[in-house]
T-cell receptor, first 115, second 117 residues
Framework: AQTVTQSQPEMSVQEAETVTLSCTYD???????LFWYKQPPSRQMILVIR??????QNATENRFSVNFQKAAKSFSLKISDSQLGDTAMYFC????????????FGGGTRLMVKP | GAVVSQHPSRVICKSGTSVKIECRSL??????MFWYRQFPKQSLMLMAT?????????EQGVEKDKFLINHASLTLSTLTVTSAHPEDSSFYIC?????????????FGEGSRLTVL
């Protein structure tokens, strides 16, 4: 079974600065997907970024980028130029392909962006 | 992007009654939907996988007779909490997979907050 670990329960960052959220996972699979989801106070889950394990290039989406280290089973999220609207819970998630799209979530990191 | 809608967003019920929560895919067909439960300040816990036209697959520890799941069409799955008790109070979230192609992405509903008095 896969496990996803987020070692930082809470983090804070000043507006406009950069913050990195950590995520490690454990799997015996070689091919898989990794995701970062954002859950703001509204509780709506929002996909932030996705990484396919077979791709060596790190995924980026505007201010969001990942550092994917497959050998180390690490998948950190970097948020640049943090904005107040980035305040939310962030969940790292693992998906094994062709297994029904079931997601395994980490415990979450609560990020507070301070003005 | 694909939209998943949950209804109701909030429901308050008396202990012993049953509550139905709907999860609809609005602009795509979903052969598979997932139901999660989320306690305050915690992560999402998968309760069951709902497959259109067949029985749901429940995770270990989730009572199938307590949490009835029906996926009667490609756009609708329902979760019924039967004989609800205060300990069933929680935030319930559904997600759905677009059957047209494999994108590795699930689309989430807005969630439903259940309060059992």
């Amino acid at each position: 079974a896969q496990t996803v670990t987020q070692s930082q329960p809470e983090m804070s960052v000043q507006e406009a600065e950069t913050v990195t959220l950590s995520c490690t996972y454990d799997t015996s699979e070689n091919n898989y997907y990794l995701f970062w989801y954002k859950q703001p106070p509204s509780r709506q889950m929002i996909l932030v970024i996705r990484q396919e394990a077979y791709k060596q290039q790190n995924a980026t989406e505007n201010r969001f980028s990942v550092n994917f280290q497959k050998a180390a089973k690490s998948f950190s999220l970097k948020i640049s130029d943090s904005q107040l609207g980035d305040t939310a819970m962030y969940f790292c998630a693992f998906m094994k392909p062709y297994a029904g799209n079931m997601l395994t979530f980490g415990g979450g990191t609560r990020l507070m962006v301070k003005p | 992007g694909a939209v998943v809608s949950q209804h109701p967003s909030r429901v308050i019920c008396k202990s012993g009654t049953s509550v139905k929560i709907e999860c609809r895919s609005l602009d795509f067909q979903a052969t598979t939907m997932f139901w999660y439960r989320q306690f305050p300040k915690q992560s999402l816990m998968l309760m069951a996988t709902s497959n259109e036209g067949s029985k749901a697959t429940y995770e270990q520890g989730v009572e199938k007779d307590k949490f009835l799941i029906n996926h009667a069409s490609l756009t609708l799955s329902t979760l019924t909490v039967t004989s609800a008790h205060p300990e069933d109070s929680s935030f319930y979230i559904c997600s759905a997979r677009d059957h047209r192609g494999y994108t590795g992405e699930l689309f989430f509903g807005e969630g439903s907050r259940l309060t059992v008095l």
